[in-house]
């Protein structure tokens, strides 16, 4: 299986950021990281290898970006104003660094989202904001409104609401959502959300794919036995769903 390791002063951050990618051809894939992991850690968890036979058939080329959450949405240090700004940085890195690199290396139109976790809002809310661009997306185990807090979990913006926190909010943009350009997108994206009947992010889940269906924007959701939502089930998950 081909791997090549990337590694560049990022002008939308302004810090190094690195990324493996995995296969030569076939739809590109964003996969992004938990919340406390790196780029490497899909690899380290056998989450690739369960790709391995899709990867060396030219089905899919792996991009496993890195993660700036502890210096984003995780960062108690910044008032939530700022968090989200760096946030929106880190969506800048992605749109105009990454993707740009995916398509010098590989010309395959079709483009995925997925992640796992907190990698799942990534992926989630980057193809929800931006529909044109992917294809497909895949939310494994995600939380999708990080101004809610649910189980141990806490709002991760401490009550505050601006309208970037809004607009990279899926289960509150979602709802109200009336542009024709977005729902003509979104309505075509396919879009499947994977999560255990005991993880804490299940109701979270379940409104996100009530909001969908409201919308009339076709989706799948998959609701697997127990908490589902350690690196063995994303194995399984990804080799089922992408």
């Not at 992991?37 to 391995?52: I, K, P, Q, T, Y």
């Not at 979104?186 to 919308?215: H, W």
């Amino acid at each position: 299986m081909r791997r090549e390791y990337h590694r560049w002063l990022s002008p939308a951050l302004g810090r190094p950021m690195e990324l493996l990618v995995f296969g030569a051809a076939g739809a590109r894939v964003l996969l992004f990281p938990t919340r406390r992991a790196r780029f490497f850690d899909h690899e380290n968890w056998g989450v690739v290898e369960a790709l391995r036979p899709k990867i060396e058939s030219g089905f899919l080329q792996l991009y496993c970006v890195d993660s700036i959450d502890a210096e984003s949405l995780y960062d108690p240090a910044k008032p939530p104003a700022e968090r989200v700004r760096r946030h929106l940085q880190y969506e800048r890195y992605l749109l105009d660094e990454v993707l740009p690199l995916s398509q010098r290396l590989n010309p395959n139109m079709c483009l995925i989202a997925a992640g796992s976790s907190m990698g799942a809002y990534h992926a989630v809310n980057l193809a929800f904001r931006h529909p044109q661009l992917f294809g497909k997306v895949l939310g494994m185990s995600g939380r999708y409104d990080l101004t809610q807090p649910m189980a141990g979990f806490r709002d991760l913006f401490e009550g505050y609401v601006d309208e970037d926190v809004y607009l990279n909010t899926p289960n509150r943009f979602i709802a109200h959502l009336t542009d024709d350009f977005y729902l003509g997108h979104l309505r075509r994206l396919e879009i499947t959300l994977v999560v255990g009947e005991e993880d804490a992010f299940l109701e979270n889940n379940l409104t996100l794919s009530r909001q969908l269906q409201d919308k009339g924007i076709a989706h799948q959701l998959h609701v697997w036995a127990g908490e589902a939502h350690k690196p063995p089930d994303w194995q399984r998950m990804v080799d089922l769903y992408l």
